[in-house]
């Protein structure tokens, strides 16, 4: 079974700073990843599909890249409301996520 | 708009089953989107532990298949889900999630690769306790 290890699972991080996210996969899971970002109380929503596909209405700061087993989530500017967790979802043969990144402010 | 309502009791004994269901509006279910189940407990992260095509085909999580069934009903446009011998450890938030891509086929069947989840309901706190 693949094995989906995220990093950091907490980071801190000021206004406007460039906040990268990391997602391994232990075997090649092609381009199938999403990421979600979840606030506290609130329903996962999706950021990013099949690894760099921005999801209609999400804001452009964000971006995803990465194939085969390394893919990263990346903030260019990180704005108050983007405070949150962010998971990642390998989608090749079973479904699983990462085990989640806080972002907190610094 | 699509919308996603899950509904069932708060409360499941250990060893009991947890019944579930999802009900879906805005869409018909009979059309060729995935619909899935995944779980949160509280504290933790995300576990996805089924989907299911409206054909009926179902996936589940290894670690779970054992104890779950999905299954859907495209007359009521609800889909269910039955996770048996609960313990404390099943106590979670619930989501029932719609996947964003229109299939005409099995794709996951047929290709082996998911859809990421778009559209997801509120979710419903189940807890196991005596």
């Known amino acids: 079974d693949t094995q989906l290890t995220q990093s950091p699972s907490f980071l801190s991080a000021s206004v406007g700073d460039r906040v990268t996210i990391t997602c391994r996969a232990s075997?090649?899971?092609?381009?199938?990843l999403a990421w979600y970002q979840q606030k506290p109380g609130k329903v996962p929503k999706l950021l990013i599909y099949?690894?760099?596909t921005l999801q209609s209405g999400v804001p452009s700061r964000f971006s995803g890249s990465g194939s085969g087993t390394e893919f990263t989530l990346t903030i260019s500017s990180l704005q108050p409301e983007d405070f949150a967790t962010y998971y990642c979802?390998?989608?090749?043969?079973?479904?699983?996520f990462g085990g989640g990144t806080r972002v907190e402010i610094k | 708009q699509v919308q996603l309502q899950e509904s069932g009791p708060g409360l499941v004994k250990p060893s009991e089953t947890l019944s579930l269901t999802c009900d879906v509006s805005?869409?018909?279910?009979?059309?060729?989107?995935?619909l899935g189940w995944i779980r949160q407990p509280p504290g933790k992260g995300l576990e996805w532990i089924g989907t299911?095509?409206?054909?009926?085909?179902?996936y589940y999580n290894p670690s779970l298949k054992s104890r779950v069934t999905i299954s859907i009903d495209t007359s009521k446009s609800q889909i269910s889900l039955n996770l048996s011998s609960v313990t404390a450890a099943d106590t979670a938030i619930y989501y029932c999630?719609?996947?964003?891509?229109?299939?005409?086929?099995?794709?996951?069947?047929?290709?082996?690769?998911?859809?990421?989840?778009?559209?997801w309901g509120q979710g419903t706190m189940v807890t196991v306790s005596s």
């Open positions: 999630a719609r996947t964003g891509v229109l299939r005409y086929f099995d794709w996951l069947l047929v290709v082996g690769a998911h859809d990421a989840f778009d559209i």
């Open positions: 805005g869409y018909s279910i009979s059309s060729g989107y995935y």
């Open positions: 299911i095509y409206h054909k009926g085909n179902t």
């Open positions: 075997q090649d899971i092609r381009s199938y």
């Open positions: 099949s690894a760099s």
């Open positions: 979802q390998q989608l090749n043969r079973q479904s699983l």
